[in-house]
């Protein structure tokens, strides 16, 4: 590493570190990356931009070594880079942030730092070396963390920054953050941006990949954008607006979702008083009220284990609360039963689609059917109707435009945005009075975003009232009718999006702002 | 009572420390390997092969540490074989592993007629002799217990500070509790994922069987049709029981063997009204017990049973 932190001056604001030239990878008949050709400087944040399955992973693979391309060279620091040799890419200078960290959990900070830094057979490990090495790196990049602690104890915020650590650690002067945000909270987005405008303040560089256009914006001095494995774009951030990035990343003008605003109906759920405990008897929700109205979306912010696990099992039929009442479309609910809230016209679209959304190993036409199996439409004598099944399936992916599916098509095999549509295609066909969304467009990019909110507007038309969890606030303000904060199993009142602020929000959602007593109906906008 | 006379009798303390022994041997091997990420249900058959092989080299006129040696190497070839198909190939551990137990078992005892075809009282072999440390084995009742046992106990007691330093406290030994947790976090720093549990497997398995020649070249004598009689299973429930660390290890295996060398002792003492069957499950009984405390916090490797294959994600 000597010679490389001697190549990489702090002064020279444009001299190139890394350079992509013409670098094409095929899998099969798919190419993923297509003569992409990129320019990295010192001290700057690039941010790769492109939506999911645009290559952007799969270009800063080649870059790190894990693959090999089929044509074209990478230099670092102008020398050319062996291929495949993460050790070789580790060595120059470039250190990887995945987005699935690998730290091992029962391990302790300093334990991962240092893996694979002495070799491999010295009789004793340089303990208290590393121990002042690693703090005075934290220290200098405000990268808080203690290293005698252990992984599993730690924040996904704090395990990130163990990973940024490690690639410092090892001397990296380029830094390339797989979708960083993605599994951050918003105020652990500021602190990770606040550190990586100190490291490119002292001259490393950083490559930044997001499909996220605001944090984009906010960070990067540079954006490259990628469109099915093609350069697109390469332009100043200076230079850009939101909505030149996004056509450049879809290809196509990205229409808004449209709404036609409606009156709201009747109340179709309400909470009062409402209560639910941990199972160590801690409280997760206290005194909750909440009214939801047919026609209305009812967003529900907050960073997320301030309780909206708890009200998202108490919405589907999970839990039962301890104290208060709920009341379902003017009939109380009185059994914990997933399958008897569904029947009554609930609609859920659960927070991981991968885990509990979908079986990934069944087809799609399976998970389509997955909540009504035992229905008389689709099954008779304890035996499931094939063909009925298949029509039905057929019938939905055309409806709700899942792409790359045909009705028998491995569920696991879909890209996450059309898996969310197979959920919202299961759960909007069944036409629920109520829906809980929780974090309904998580990691899917633009395009499947507006696709996903365009199908909630629908149902939400069609009489429906939607309970939106999310943590993203500004998806939030743009698709809400209202807004209500949970914090620590406290929900705020609801106020009217037109009324609501970011400022007064943030405030709420870090527990700073004042929850006020709870007014019948208040806060609605009829 | 006669049955606290028997905790101020040596005979009882001596006979706990002797054993632990097996048991040491068979949970550091077992550690070992699961540390590694890879759970070796082989270790009852390899500690059934070790017994044989150790004896067997004595039987022929074989020095006792080659013994101990030629046992090892063949516990580690067996811990190859377990690597073959539940690392290289990625095949279900348990099944490989309960494979592995039986195959090692039934050759031992097949070789075992082969060998000895008209024998009918087992033969009796020149074993390890107590060896009394000069000056410690002085000491007033420590020194009966502690320091006059087989040069193999002190072997197994030593082994632990050995195991413990090595996982703890050198590069490769972080390597290998790594590869227990995340593969992928040992691959990406450049080092041979199969390679290195290959290496913990082997080296585990070598243990194990040193730890079933203990009981022929040590304290029997001679090599009996189901001697190992479930140690081998005792010490992967002592792993959990240790929560995976070497000196926890010691203590449950010195915990079992306390309760192993009480029953004994508490039949003979109790004599006819209560059945010696009632006895003879007590320590299961208790170790399970102990488990139930013991474990319900235990960290688990977070990689054990999940193969490692190159290039999935």
């Keep these: ?136 790196l934290a220290e200098h990049f405000g990268l808080a963390v203690d290293p005698h602690r252990l992984v599993r104890d730690l924040s996904v915020g704090e395990r990130q920054r163990v990973e940024i650590l490690k690639a410092l650690y090892r001397g990296a002067r380029v830094l390339i953050l797989d979708e960083p945000t993605a599994v951050l909270a918003p105020k652990e987005i500021e602190t990770l941006f606040a550190t990586l405008k100190t490291m490119v303040a002292e001259g490393l560089s950083i490559i930044f990949i997001s499909h996220k256009l605001n944090e984009v914006m906010a960070i990067a001095d540079r954006v490259a954008v990628l469109r099915q494995g093609k350069l697109v774009a390469e332009l100043p951030v200076a230079g850009a607006s939101k909505q030149s990035l996004a056509q450049a990343m879809v290809g196509r003008p990205v229409a808004p979702p449209v709404r036609h605003p409606l009156p709201p109906g009747e109340v179709v759920m309400q909470l009062a008083g409402l209560m639910l405990h941990g199972e160590a008897g801690q409280p997760l929700l206290e005194d909750l009220h909440l009214l939801l109205y047919g026609r209305e979306i009812l967003g529900i912010a907050g960073v997320s284990g301030n309780g909206q696990g708890a009200l998202a099992a108490l919405i589907s039929g999970l839990r039962l609360p301890d104290g208060g009442s709920f009341d379902l479309l003017g009939a109380p609910v009185k059994q914990t039963s997933p399958l008897a809230m569904q029947r009554r016209g609930v609609g859920r679209i659960p927070e991981d689609r991968h885990a509990i959304g979908v079986v990934g190993d069944l087809s799609v036409e399976e998970n389509l059917i997955l909540e009504a199996s035992g229905d008389p439409r689709f099954c008779t004598l304890g035996l499931l109707r094939g063909g009925v099944i298949r029509r039905h399936a057929r019938a939905l992916i055309e409806r709700f435009d899942i792409r790359g599916a045909d009705p028998t098509t491995t569920t696991r095999a879909l890209s996450g945005g059309n898996m969310q549509k197979v959920i919202l295609a299961r759960v909007l066909s069944e036409k629920p009075r109520v829906i809980l969304a929780n974090q309904p467009t998580r990691g899917l990019d633009v395009g499947a975003a507006a696709k996903v ?39 705020s009142n609801p106020v009217p999006v037109e009324e609501a602020s970011l400022t007064e929000l943030g405030l709420l959602m870090s527990g700073h702002g004042e929850f006020e007593a709870y007014r019948e109906g208040a806060g609605h906008a009829a | 009572m006669e049955i606290l006379e028997i905790f101020v009798t040596l005979g009882f303390w001596g006979a706990l420390v002797r054993m632990a022994t097996p048991l040491i041997f068979g949970t550091l091997g077992e550690l070992i390997c699961e540390r ?117 106990t002190y072997l197994a007691f030593a082994l632990v500070p050995v195991v413990a330093y090595g996982l703890y406290r050198t590069p490769l030994g972080l390597a290998l509790r790594m590869v227990g947790e995340n593969p992928m976090a040992v691959e990406a720093q450049g080092i041979d994922v199969h390679r290195l549990r290959t290496a913990a497997v082997m080296l585990g398995s070598a243990f194990m069987a040193v730890g079933g020649a203990f009981l022929t070249i040590s304290v029997f004598d001679a090599f009996y049709i189901g001697m190992i009689n479930g140690r081998g299973w005792i010490c992967i429930a002592l792993v959990i029981f240790a929560s995976w660390r070497p000196g926890k290890a010691l203590a449950g295996a010195l915990l079992f063997a306390a309760f192993e060398a009480l029953q004994i002792r508490v039949q003979q003492a109790s004599s006819a009204f209560i059945p010696y069957q009632f006895f003879l499950m007590m320590p299961y009984v208790l170790s399970i017990l102990a488990m ?13 049973l999940v193969p490692f294959r190159k290039g999935e994600r």
């Design chain 1, 1 to 136: 590493m000597s010679d490389v932190d001697e190549a990489a001056p702090e002064s020279a604001g444009a001299q190139s570190v890394l350079r992509l030239n013409g670098v094409t990878k095929r899998f099969g008949a798919l190419t993923a990356n297509d003569a992409v050709s990129l320019d990295l400087r010192s001290g700057e944040i690039l941010a790769l931009l492109g939506e999911n399955g645009a290559g952007k992973t799969t270009l800063m693979s080649i870059l790190f070594g894990h693959y090999v391309a089929d044509e074209g060279s990478i230099e670092a620091f102008g020398r050319l880079l062996p291929p495949g040799k993460p050790k070789a890419a580790i060595a120059a200078g470039i250190g990887m942030v995945h987005q699935h960290f690998t730290l091992g959990e029962n391990l302790s900070v300093l334990d991962n730092i240092v893996l694979g830094t002495e070799p491999l057979w010295a009789p004793r490990q340089q303990r208290a070396k590393a121990r002042a090495r690693v703090v005075e």
């Design chain 1, 453 to 491: 909110q365009q199908l909630l507007f629908e149902a939400c038309a069609e009489g429906a009232g939607i309970i939106l969890i999310s943590e993203d606030l500004e998806e939030l303000l743009q698709i809400s009718d209202r807004i209500a904060v949970l914090y620590r199993g406290h929900l």
């Design chain 2, 36 to 152: 590694a990420g890879v759970l070796n249900l082989g270790i009852e058959g390899i500690m059934t092969l070790g017994a044989l092989v150790a004896w067997f080299w004595v039987y022929q006129g074989g020095d006792l540490w080659t013994a101990v040696l030629v046992a090892a190497a063949a516990g580690a070839l067996f811990g190859l074989l377990h690597s073959v198909f539940s690392v290289y190939l990625g095949l279900s551990q348990h099944v490989t592993g309960i494979g592995i137990t039986l195959l090692a078992t039934s050759l031992s005892y097949f070789a075992y007629r082969m060998l000895l075809p008209d024998v009918t009282t087992p033969p009796k072999i020149e074993a390890f002799k107590p060896y009394p440390i000069p000056g410690l084995s002085e000491l007033p009742y420590l020194g009966q217990v502690l320091f006059t046992q087989s040069p193999l």
């Design chain 2, 292 to 304: 139930i405390v013991m474990s319900r916090r235990a960290a688990y490797p977070k990689a054990l």
